[in-house]
């Protein structure tokens, strides 16, 4: 999607192990937000970022934690990933006027 | 606790028909509720918005109709085709405040040919 790109766009990781997922957006957004999507459950909140150095948890936080040292860079990590953590992850930004705009997304699989 | 609840989970139409998505929400502190249309293995793209101000919204072939006093919103998608066929997500959040979206679990739709 044009102005936010996620990566790794597919990663397979075993259990115990950190893993951080990367966000980069082009649009100078204040707002910038980390989902997971499961089957059955949607879209859940992971955590979100109101400025640099500002975020806040959200619905799914347990085990996540997140940094963004740069307007651009909004960064999510597995301290220790565990199966349960096996998901689709999705970065979103948002612009009062256009609501959001979500990446392609980050296929992730804990062995 | 589900603050969005959306229905039915999955849908069969046939092509040229009217498909019909709900959702019902809690808080009524929420200002802005928008539809997210989902294709298999891309992101969320916003399809259509609302806020509660208006009763309905209606952007081509897809409407957004809005009740508050019910707490439930509803889009439809008239005229619907193949190519709408796609997973569909209600969302709210309160903007002036800055809380993220909120959404439903979704709706998996088959526009049958």
């Known amino acids: 999607d044009a102005g936010i790109t996620q990566s790794p766009r597919h990663k397979v990781t075993e259990t115990g192990t950190p893993v951080t997922l990367r966000c980069h957006q082009t649009?100078?957004?204040?707002?910038m937000y980390w989902y997971r999507q499961d089957p059955g459950h949607g879209l859940r909140l992971i955590h979100y970022?109101?400025?640099?150095?500002?975020?806040d948890k959200g619905e799914v936080s347990d085990g996540y934690s997140v940094s963004r040292s740069k307007t651009e860079d909004f960064l999510l990590t597995l301290e220790s990933a565990t199966s349960s953590q096996t998901s689709v992850y999705f970065c979103?930004?948002?612009?009062?006027?256009?609501?959001?705009?979500f990446g392609s997304g980050t296929r992730l699989t804990v062995v | 606790q589900q603050q969005v609840k959306q229905s039915p989970q999955s849908l069969i139409v046939q092509k040229g028909g009217i498909s019909i998505i709900n959702c019902a929400y809690e808080?009524?502190?929420?200002?802005?509720f928008p539809w997210y249309q989902q294709f298999p293995g891309k992101g969320p793209a916003l399809l259509i918005a609302?806020?509660?101000?208006?009763s309905e919204k209606k952007e081509g072939r897809f409407t957004i109709s809005f009740n508050k006093s019910a707490k439930q919103f509803s889009l439809h998608i008239m005229d619907s085709q193949p190519g709408d066929s796609a997973t569909y997500f209600c969302?709210?959040?309160?903007?002036?405040?800055?809380?993220?979206?909120?959404f439903g679990k979704g709706t998996t739709l088959s526009v049958s040919s």
């Open positions: 979103a930004i948002s612009d009062p006027n256009y609501g959001y705009t």
């Open positions: 649009e100078n957004h204040r707002y």
């Open positions: 970022s109101y400025g640099v150095k500002d975020t």
């Open positions: 808080n009524t502190a929420f200002d802005y």
């Open positions: 609302i806020r509660p101000d208006v």
């Open positions: 969302a709210a959040s309160h903007v002036r405040k800055g809380t993220a979206l909120i």
